[in-house]
C-alpha cells in the first residue's frame, strides 16, 4: 500500500488463557527447566490498546485513504459495547459452560478461540475487512495490520496477506 493511516482504539476487558502451558510448545525451551505457574489460566484482565492500520495505492476524492472517523464508525459498535468492559471467553473453554450459567449477568463476549492478544487482533482484522467488503470499498482500502496491546510492554500483531 502506497498510503496508509492509523486509528487507535481503547477498552478493558477480562479473559482467561485456558490453553496456557508454559512447560510445552515452542518456547518451553527457552525456560532453562525452570517450571513456573501458568498464570494466564487465572481469570484476569487488560487495559487493551488497538491500532488498527489500513491502506491503499489511491488517496480519494478528500486526498484521504479514508477518513478516520469512518474508521471509527466501523468498529465502535464491536469496541464500545461489545468488547469494553467484558470478560472475552471462548465457548470452547472447559470453564464457559459454568460461567455461561452462573455468571449470564456478566457482560460475555464469547469466541470461537483462545482469546490471545494474537487472536484478538486477528479477530479485529477479520471483522474490519468484512465491514469494509459489506460497504463495497475493499477493492479500494485494505486492513494492513492490527496491533493489540495486552499490557505497555506486550503486543500482538496481526497482519494480511
Not at 478516520?68 to 467484558?86: E, G, R, V
Request: proline share 4%; glycine share 6%.
Amino acid at each position: 500500500m502506497r498510503y496508509e493511516i492509523t486509528k487507535k482504539f481503547k477498552f478493558e476487558a477480562g479473559h482467561r488463557v485456558w490453553k496456557q502451558n508454559l512447560t510445552s510448545g515452542k518456547g518451553a525451551r527457552l525456560m532453562g527447566g525452570e517450571i513456573p505457574p501458568n498464570p494466564c489460566l487465572n481469570i484476569h484482565g487488560h487495559s487493551y490498546k488497538v491500532e488498527v492500520t489500513v491502506g491503499s495505492d489511491t488517496l480519494n476524492e478528500q486526498e484521504m485513504v479514508i477518513d478516520f472517523y469512518h474508521i471509527k464508525a466501523a468498529l465502535k459498535d464491536l469496541i464500545d459495547n461489545k468488547l469494553d468492559h467484558s470478560f472475552i471467553i471462548d465457548k470452547n473453554d472447559p470453564l464457559y459452560p459454568s460461567f455461561k450459567e452462573h455468571f449470564g449477568f456478566l457482560k460475555l463476549f464469547v469466541v470461537d478461540f483462545c482469546p490471545t492478544a494474537e487472536a484478538i487482533a486477528k479477530f479485529i482484522y477479520d471483522f474490519l475487512t468484512e465491514k469494509l467488503d459489506e460497504a463495497g470499498l475493499l477493492e479500494d482500502i485494505k486492513v494492513v495490520s492490527v496491533t493489540v496491546w495486552e499490557t505497555e510492554t506486550g503486543k500482538a500483531v496481526y497482519r494480511g496477506q
